[in-house]
């Protein structure tokens, strides 16, 4: 049994790491606003989640945090990519979003 907390974490960390070279990637100030957003509610799950555990026993919570992980590979690659900041948005809010589901199965 795994903590699938750790993909949340995982998450932030992706997002933390290259932070400044996609806020300067970004075009549009609206890119940036949003990536502000996302970065400030990445670490607010990571916030959330510090020193508590979800283990992945439960069907829904191993689903999750195997989708969570699909989705931070694919934010992971996007971001080294670095040439479509709406790619990387996007898989950073499906990450957030999936992140969020496994926040809420917390006790």
């Known amino acids: 049994m795994a ?4 993909e949340v974490v995982d998450t932030f ?6 932070y400044n070279m ?9 890119d940036r606003d949003a990536l502000d957003a ?6 607010e799950n990571v916030e959330t989640c510090t020193g508590k555990a979800l283990e ?6 191993a689903q ?3 989708e969570l992980k699909t ?10 990519e670095m040439g479509d900041m709406s790619k990387v948005l996007d898989n950073l809010t499906q990450a957030l ?11």
Do not use: R
Request: net charge negative; glycine share 2%.
């Open 22 to 30: 996609l806020w300067v990637a970004c075009q549009t100030q609206a």
């Open 3 to 6: 903590n699938a907390l750790l």
């Open 97 to 107: 979003t999936i992140g969020a589901q496994l926040i809420a199965k917390l006790p």
């Open 56 to 61: 992945d026993d439960d069907a829904e919570v």
């Open 64 to 66: 999750l945090s195997k």
């Open 38 to 43: 996302k970065y400030a509610a990445a670490q």
């Open 13 to 18: 960390t992706a997002l933390d790491a290259q």
């Open 71 to 80: 989705c931070n590979d694919e934010l992971k690659k996007a971001v080294t």
